[in-house]
């Protein structure tokens, strides 16, 4: 894949559609689970829904039918083997935790990645019935509306977003001493508690910068494509290419991401 090629409009379209039906589904059962429909993963911070799994299968079913020769990395049930083919990564619900108390901040997400670059993104809103988009080469869009990266270059301007990981007592950087660094010099910090939508955000210019520690590639992939097409920097938290499986990224405008970069310990 390279350019605007009709692989990446292709790819666009299904994962938007495939994105809006996940969403659907989402919306189906929030509000509507039982203890019994809740299991812990990695710690109890860590959940994963019947709608978590719904979402999935929908996606994973959707993307195969597409295009039978791609694999499929998703959060929950699919690791299909890495053979140089291209690559989707799949979150079909960023948020459970929200989603599990009732907060409507929650997504869809879905990238595509050709010989480990970016080619396609999508982060679906479903509550804000906000559609996220991006192509390598083509920008991005809310709502199919081009969408920059804020050009706020001072921390006293800048909201920030962040997150923390759920196995935080276990961890040697849990991020809590990045986020006290910060917080005397800034205009705001949130914590949204979806990594998806906080680069979304960032990638719209509602936020000024996001960074986080210990996260996954389901997590990222889709938004750091957003962040680079409107306009934004994406490293890990080192200030290298690693931000994918390295556990750590930063995203911000040009002016603002080294200011985030000397801040940040991992």
Do not use: C
């Amino acid at each position: 894949m390279s350019g605007w090629s009709e692989d990446q409009e292709r790819a666009l379209v299904v994962a938007r559609r495939a994105a809006r039906e996940a969403g659907e589904i989402l919306k189906g059962f929030f509000g509507r689970l039982s203890g019994q429909r809740i299991a812990v993963k990695s710690s109890p911070r860590d959940l994963v829904t019947e709608a978590d799994l719904a979402s999935e299968r929908h996606l994973v079913r959707r993307l195969r039918d597409a295009f039978p020769d791609h694999r499929i990395e998703a959060e929950e049930e699919v690791q299909d083997e890495d053979d140089g083919q291209p690559r989707w990564f799949v979150d079909p619900l960023d948020g459970t935790i929200n989603f599990v108390h009732g907060l409507p901040i929650f997504a869809v997400s879905l990238a595509l990645l050709s010989e480990g670059t970016p080619e396609v993104a999508v982060v679906y809103s479903p509550m804000l019935r906000e559609m996220f988009a991006a192509r390598r080469g083509g920008g991005a869009t809310l709502d199919d509306v081009p969408i920059h990266v804020s050009e706020t270059a001072e921390l006293g301007q800048a909201i920030l977003g962040t997150g923390f990981p759920y196995r935080r007592t276990e961890l040697a950087h849990d991020n809590l001493a990045n986020f006290a660094r910060f917080f005397p010099d800034v205009r705001g910090l949130r914590r949204m508690g979806s990594a998806a939508l906080d680069l979304a955000f960032t990638a719209a210019g509602r936020l000024d910068g996001f960074w986080e520690l210990h996260l996954s590639p389901h997590d990222v992939a889709a938004g750091a494509l957003l962040v680079r097409e409107a306009g934004g920097i994406v490293t890990d938290a080192g200030g290298g290419d690693d931000w994918l499986r390295g556990k750590s990224i930063v995203a911000a405008g040009p002016a603002l991401h080294p200011e985030l970069l000397k801040r940040i310990e991992h």
